[in-house]
């Protein structure tokens, strides 16, 4: 049987080929978005474990963008006063209080900006994947500079070399080196806080304080955000909020995109059943014929709707190849937009997503060639014989 | 009829690679400038040539566009050691070079190259006429403060590079009109980086220009 279809659906090699061609290209978009909305919130939520840290106080604003600001390292147009540091560390459900404050230096000749994050002991500590190149060592000193592994390669620095902000006429001597961690930590330039504060005129304030807490369990966040929440010109954004948010966001995109697949679907689906449909006509005469030698009309709708199958699972599959060969391309173009970016790369293709849509494109396949075989099985040996086709 | 449906599926193909290959090459938004394939601008030694349009016109006036070539040193890495300072550290194995055109025909080529300053990592521009000899120095980048960049960066001190090849003395501190140290540092530096970039590519150009006449 399958030997026939095949048989069958190679005679218009082109018409079938733009087929499968469609259906492919549905299936690696659908399993790619599937994929990546299945890694995304499993890598964004090992990102945010890894932080170790369950709320962040920021500056009065959106909370959500001051924290997701404050995360990726980038600056925020107002800032927090130091109290707000002192009363978070004095509250007894947190165990760490983390200061940072971020400021950026553009350099419009060379298309990039320089960011500085000024932070304490507290705050490297937060840091646990940070891993040093040999030779590195924590701040010694008020100017002393740890450098994103980026940012050491651009500016050819290592351990020991000295470092020049021309914009705000300090040199630096290059404390520590970090390993390539994939975070925006390796474009950042790291000095200790009351440096920065004082380099960029801005003693005694801070963007964003993150905060651990002794009892990380739902009520107790919920109870410590209450009292923090009071804290003058400050705001609390709890991880599981902005996790919350992220995800949204993501989904709202995804549904958009899903959209579009749906609809390159169904414009798939017209195809197959197209290609099927011009089956049935271009061979009434064969199909009469072997319903006037003997098969009967349920072998022959089966007939017709297993070719639909074969194409489309045969789309599906090459949709899927396509998905695990392109995905990787795919991911690292989206990456850079993705809200709090994973640090690890997405899985192009899960397991289940490639099931998922070979599942859907197989039923919308099965669903497309019901008419078409409907129609053969309905045909009449005499009057098919009859026809001048 | 299948041959007239291979023909169709033929015709097709070509269609679609006609136009691949068209998207490809169409002009960008600069047309003068004509960039080139086999190129990783990924890769370590790639440094990016920040201001083409106006290095171009300060250097060769009259050129009109340029493309990019990759001249690999790997064969010519013993050679070039041998002609450089013990100190020097040859840390990539091709030169990315800017062939400067005018009419079609080349005038010369410029080398941006990034090397390690006192404060930073500095950029320089070297432009380099045909036969090699340096035409031009300008910097692109830097994070020197004003002790260096008063006197290292100045054209008057830069144009000392002219007219060097790659058997001249580079060593322009005598030059200097200051004591300052980090000033005679980075102004040996910068004469290192000046000089690998021409004794690379000549080396690895006249080796080329030799194994090709040979043939």
């Known amino acids: ?66 924290a997701a600001r404050a995360l990726k390292g980038r600056t925020l147009d107002s800032s927090l006063p130091e109290s707000a540091l002192i009363i978070a560390q004095k509250d007894p459900a947190v165990s760490l209080a983390a200061p940072v404050y971020t400021a950026a230096i553009p350099r419009k000749g060379e298309k990039r900006t320089d960011m500085w994050v000024g932070l304490d002991d507290a705050t490297i500590k937060m840091h646990s994947w940070w891993k040093f190149t040999p030779g590195s060592h924590g701040f010694d000193g008020p100017n002393s500079v740890i450098l994103g592994s980026e940012a050491a390669a651009t500016e050819l620095r290592k351990p020991g070399d000295r470092l020049y902000s021309p914009e705000t006429n300090r040199d630096f001597m290059v404390a520590g080196v970090l390993e390539r961690s994939g975070t925006s930590d ?25 905060i651990r807490l ?3 369990s739902p009520p107790e966040i919920a109870a410590t955000a209450a009292r923090l929440q009071k804290i003058p010109g400050a705001q609390v954004t709890t991880l599981t909020e902005m996790l919350g ?108 997503a490639a099931l998922s849509a070979t599942t859907m494109i197989m039923l919308a396949g099965i669903c497309a060639g019901l008419y078409p075989a409907w129609v053969a099985s309905r045909l009449h040996p005499s009057a098919a014989l009859r026809l001048d086709i | ?68 070539e990759t001249v690999v040193l790997s064969r010519f890495r013993p050679e070039i050691l041998r002609r450089m300072e013990p100190s020097y550290h040859m840390d990539s194995t091709a030169v990315y070079s800017y062939l400067i055109l005018k009419n079609g025909s080349p005038v010369g080529r410029v080398i941006p190259r990034r090397i390690s300053g006192i404060h930073g990592a ?15 120095v300008a910097i692109q980048r830097s ?23 790659y058997q001249s003395d580079f060593d322009l501190t005598r030059m200097l009109s200051t004591t300052d140290s980090d000033a005679i540092k980075t102004a040996k530096v910068l004469s290192l980086g000046v000089k690998s970039i021409v004794v690379e590519l000549t080396v690895a150009l006249k080796n080329i220009a030799h194994k090709q006449g040979r043939k």
């Open chain 1, 1 to 66: 049987m399958i030997k026939i279809i095949l048989k069958n659906l190679w005679r218009r090699p082109i018409r079938t080929g733009l087929t499968l061609v469609g259906l492919s290209l549905s299936a690696a978009l659908m399993t790619c978005l599937l994929s990546f909305g299945q890694a995304y919130e499993s890598a964004i939520r090992t990102d945010l474990d890894r932080m170790g840290m369950q709320m962040m106080l920021v500056p009065l604003g959106c909370p959500y963008d001051g």
């Open chain 1, 245 to 352: 948010v992220f995800l949204n966001l993501i989904a709202s995109a995804k549904t958009l995109v899903m959209a579009i697949t749906v609809v390159a679907l169904v414009v798939s689906l017209f195809s197959v059943f197209n290609t099927i449909m011009a089956n049935v006509i271009e061979r009434t005469r064969e199909l009469a014929v072997m319903r006037a030698i003997g098969m009967s009309k349920l072998g022959l709708f089966n007939a017709m709707l297993m070719e639909s199958v074969v194409v489309s699972v045969s789309g599906a599959l090459c949709g899927i190849l396509l998905a695990a060969t392109g995905g990787g391309w795919m991911e690292r173009a989206v990456h850079p937009y993705l809200p709090l970016a994973p640090s690890e790369g997405l899985q192009s293709v899960t397991l289940n």
């Open chain 2, 143 to 165: 994070r020197e403060p004003e002790n260096i960049t008063n006197w290292l960066f100045a054209d008057n001190f830069l144009s000392h590079y002219a007219g060097k090849d």
């Open chain 2, 1 to 68: 009829m299948i041959r007239s449906r291979t023909a169709v599926f033929i015709v097709l193909a070509c269609v679609a690679i006609f136009a691949a290959i068209k998207i490809r090459n169409a002009p960008s938004s600069e047309p003068v400038l004509v960039g080139s394939a086999n190129v990783n601008p990924t890769g370590p030694a790639m440094v990016p040539w920040r201001e083409p349009a106006k290095d171009m016109a300060r250097f060769f006036p009259n050129a009109s566009e340029y493309k990019l």
């Open chain 2, 122 to 136: 500095i950029e320089i521009v070297v432009a380099l006429d045909n036969n090699l000899t340096v035409r031009k």
């Open chain 1, 214 to 216: 002794k009892d990380p």
């Open chain 1, 186 to 210: 390796d474009s950042l330039f790291f000095i200790p806080l009351k440096t920065a504060q004082q380099m960029f005129g801005e003693p005694g304030r801070l963007t964003a304080i993150s």
